[in-house]
């Protein structure tokens, strides 16, 4: 079974600042995916960034980015120059190859950013 | 032109009532799922379709019945809700079982 963890419930980060999410999770699959999903107070779940397992490379999206380390089973989300409208949940999830395993969920981290 | 559409976005209803929750995707994507989000932000899986195909089933109350009249729509119908139910309902739809899922606005349920 897939697990996933987030181990800060809560953040925060001045504006224009450098904050890091954390995350570690758990599969017996080789083949999976990795993503980073925001929730702002519209309650709408935005997909910020995903990682293939395969790939050694780093995603990154604009001032998103993450740190892949796969033999750690690590994967945290760095956000650059934050801005006030990065205030949300962020959730991350795993998904696993093959079969049906849904997309599993940490708890999540609300992140707060300071004008 | 939204992607997956949820309707109601929120709901009120009193203990034992049966209400029905309606998904509807134009991405044409194969799987669509139910998640609930509890009050403290928990997102669990509730139902996986592919092609109209229940193929995820998680513990849940037989009060809740998924329906997929065709792969574009999933609804969720609800029995004899309880205090407990109360909860933000997520559709979303992939365009395979293991890739991103592209999540509706989500229902908000609210049992009195």
């Known amino acids: 079974a897939q697990t996933v963890t987030q181990s800060q419930p809560e953040m925060s980060v001045q504006e224009a600042e450098t904050v890091t999410l954390s995350c570690t999770y758990d599969t017996s699959e080789s083949d999976y995916y990795l993503f980073w999903y925001k929730q702002p107070p519209s309650r709408q779940m935005i997909l910020v960034i995903r990682?293939?397992?395969?790939?050694?490379q780093n995603a990154t999206e604009n001032r998103f980015s993450v740190n892949f380390q796969k033999a750690a089973k690590s994967f945290s989300l760095k956000i650059s120059d934050s801005q006030l409208g990065d205030a949300a949940m962020y959730f991350c999830?795993?998904?696993?190859?093959?079969?049906?395993?849904?997309?599993?969920f940490g708890k999540g981290t609300r992140l707060s950013v300071i004008a | 032109d939204t992607a997956v559409s949820q309707t109601p976005k929120y709901l009120v209803t009193q203990m034992g009532n049966d209400k029905s929750i309606k998904c509807e995707q134009n991405?044409?994507?194969?799987?669509m799922y139910w998640y609930k989000q509890d009050s403290k932000k928990f997102l669990k899986i509730m139902f996986s379709?592919?092609?109209?195909?229940?193929?995820i089933n998680e513990t849940v109350p037989n009060r809740f019945s998924p329906k997929s009249p065709d792969k574009a729509h999933l609804n969720l119908h609800i029995n004899s809700l309880e205090l407990g139910d109360s909860a933000v309902y997520f559709c979303a739809s992939s365009p395979d079982r293991n890739t991103e899922a592209f999540f509706g606005q989500g229902t908000r349920l609210t049992v009195v």
């Open positions: 990682q293939e397992a395969y790939k050694q």
């Open positions: 379709y592919n092609n109209k195909e229940l193929i």
């Open positions: 991405l044409g994507h194969d799987t």
């Open positions: 999830a795993s998904w696993s190859r093959p079969g049906n395993t849904p997309l599993v």
